[in-house]
């Protein structure tokens, strides 16, 4: 059985920081891709970063320079650094397991069926 556990998320002030962390059990992590999507309220569930099993690098324009993901295959973990934090960030943060492509220079994230169960991430101003 797939399982993905999430889990750091919190409230933090404008500028804070906070790292998230995804566990996952039941399938060959080194094997699959990992991304970090977010969904705030009243909007559609988006990619903020994806990592391949090479760990190339996948980030939405919106957190580029700000957010780090990463992974640690002898764990079995995924992480998102997330640095410089605004308001804007205040979203319940999932992860997934994937596919991470580049075709022609373009490097695409494909989700699976296999979530998390989120962890709420909020930001006060």
């Known amino acids: 059985q797939v399982q993905l556990v999430e889990s750091g998320g919190g409230l933090v002030q404008t500028g804070g920081s906070l790292r998230l962390s995804c566990v996952v059990s039941?399938?060959?992590?080194?094997?699959?891709?990992i991304g970090w999507y977010r969904q705030a309220p009243g909007k559609q569930r988006e990619l903020v970063a994806g990592i391949s099993r090479a760990a190339v690098t996948k980030y939405a324009d919106s957190i580029k320079d700000r957010f780090t993901i990463s992974r640690d295959n002898a764990k079995n973990t995924a992480y998102l650094q997330m640095n410089s934090l605004k308001p804007e960030d205040t979203a319940v943060y999932y992860c997934n397991l994937g596919s991470l492509r580049t075709y022609y220079g373009t490097t695409s994230y494909e989700a699976s069926d296999y979530w998390g169960q989120g962890t709420q991430v909020t930001v006060s101003s």
């Open positions: 039941g399938i060959t992590f080194s094997g699959r891709a």
